[in-house]
C-alpha cells in the first residue's frame, strides 16, 4: 500500500495548498493520504474534498509540538475528528506564543546582523497563527544569506545558533490524550530526528504508550534506510504500529516527493490496518 501520512500545506508550513497536495499525491501514485500541518487542522476540510473529489482514500491528519527533555518532539495524529473541540484548544494553545517566538527570533537575528526577518519570513506565511523556522529560513534563501534551507538550519535557527529562541510547546502527555480522545491514532513522527540519551528515548517511548500512543514513523523522508530498519526494530520491541509518510513541504526544498518512499517491512503492523475504519473511502 503506498500510504503517505505525512505532508505539510500553506496552512502551516508547505507551500502547496491542501488541493494541489492532494492532486500531487494522486499524480504520484498515492493511496492513502494524510495532510500533517503543524498544530493545525485548518485545512482538513480542504483536504478530505480534494481527496474525495479524486477519489483518493483519505486520513485526517495533523503534527503536533512537544517539548520532551528539553526537546521538540513531533507527535502525529491520524484518523481523528477534526472537529473535536478539545484537540481545537489545545492545538490553539499549542500555535499561541509563535508570533512573540517570532519577534524574538528577528531580534536574534538582527543582532547577528540579519536586520528585518520577521517582515521578511511573514511573506511566506500563509496562517497568520503559524508564524514557523521554515518561514524564516525561506526568507533567509531568498536573501542570499544562505544558498538552501538546510544551511539556514545549520548556521542559523537551531540550537545555541542566531535566531534559536527556546520554546515551550505542548506536553506529550496532552497530544496524545487530545489525539486518542478525538478518536485518533498517536504516531511518534520521525524519532532518528531527535537527539535524545538512551535513556531519553527510552522514556519517550514508555511516556509515550503509557498515556495511549501506539504508532512510530518508521518509513519517512527524515529517516535513511538503516534507520527505518532501526525503528522497525523499535516498533516491534515497543509493540508500536508503524506509519509511513514522505513529510513533504514543497516541490523546491523536499528530497522525497509525495508517494516516493520504500515499503514499510513486512513483519510489522501499519497502522492504516488500526485506522480501517476511520478512512474516507474513494468515491
Ligand atoms: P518550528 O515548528 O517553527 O520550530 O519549525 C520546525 C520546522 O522547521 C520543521 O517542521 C521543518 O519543516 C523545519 N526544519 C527543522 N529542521 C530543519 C532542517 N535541518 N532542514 C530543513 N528544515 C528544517
Ligand atoms: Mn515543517
Ligand atoms: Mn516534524
Ligand atoms: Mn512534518
Redesign the pocket.
Given at each position: 500500500m503506498n500510504a503517505d501520512l505525512h505532508c505539510?500545506s500553506c496552512v502551516s508550513?508547505g507551500t502547496l495548498t491542501p488541493q494541489a497536495l492532494a492532486q500531487r499525491a494522486k499524480e504520484r501514485g498515492v493511496e492513502l493520504w494524510a495532510l500533517t500541518d503543524?498544530?493545525e487542522v485548518g485545512g482538513q476540510r480542504g483536504a478530505a474534498e480534494a481527496a474525495a473529489a479524486l477519489g483518493l482514500p483519505w486520513l485526517s491528519g495533523v503534527?503536533i509540538?512537544v517539548s520532551f527533555c528539553n526537546q521538540?518532539v513531533?507527535i502525529v495524529g491520524l484518523g481523528f475528528d477534526a472537529d473535536d473541540a478539545t484537540l481545537a484548544q489545545g492545538l490553539a494553545a499549542t500555535r499561541g506564543g509563535?508570533r512573540e517566538?517570532a519577534l524574538e527570533m528577528a531580534q536574534s537575528l538582527a543582532k547577528a546582523g540579519i536586520p528585518g526577518a520577521f517582515e521578511g519570513a511573514l511573506k511566506y506565511v500563509g496562517n497568520p497563527e503559524l508564524?514557523?523556522?521554515?518561514h524564516f529560513?525561506r526568507h533567509l534563501v531568498e536573501t542570499g544569506v544562505c544558498a538552501d534551507?538546510?544551511e539556514?538550519?545549520?548556521r542559523f535557527?537551531?540550537e545555541g545558533k542566531p535566531g534559536f529562541v527556546p520554546?515551550r510547546w505542548a506536553s506529550l502527555r496532552d497530544a496524545v490524550r487530545w489525539i486518542g480522545d478525538a478518536g485518533g491514532l498517536a504516531v511518534i513522527a520521525h524519532p532518528a530526528r531527535y537527539r535524545f540519551t538512551a535513556n531519553e528515548e527510552h522514556a519517550l517511548f514508555t511516556e509515550f504508550i503509557a498515556h495511549g500512543g501506539r504508532g512510530v514513523e518508521v518509513v519517512t523522508g527524515s529517516h535513511s534506510a538503516a534507520e527505518a530498519v532501526r525503528y522497525a526494530e523499535a516498533a516491534l520491541e515497543y509493540g508500536l504500529a508503524a506509519s509511513r509518510g514522505s513529510?513533504f513541504?514543497s516541490p523546491d526544498?523536499s528530497h522525497t516527493d509525495l508517494g516516493a518512499l520504500p515499503e514499510l517491512p513486512g513483519r510489522l503492523t501499519p497502522v492504516w490496518e488500526l485506522l480501517a475504519g476511520r478512512i474516507q473511502p474513494a468515491h
Open positions: 505539510h508550513d503543524h498544530d503534527e509540538s521538540t513531533h509563535r517566538r508564524i514557523s523556522r521554515t529560513a534551507t538546510s539556514v538550519f545549520r535557527l537551531t520554546h513529510d513541504h526544498e
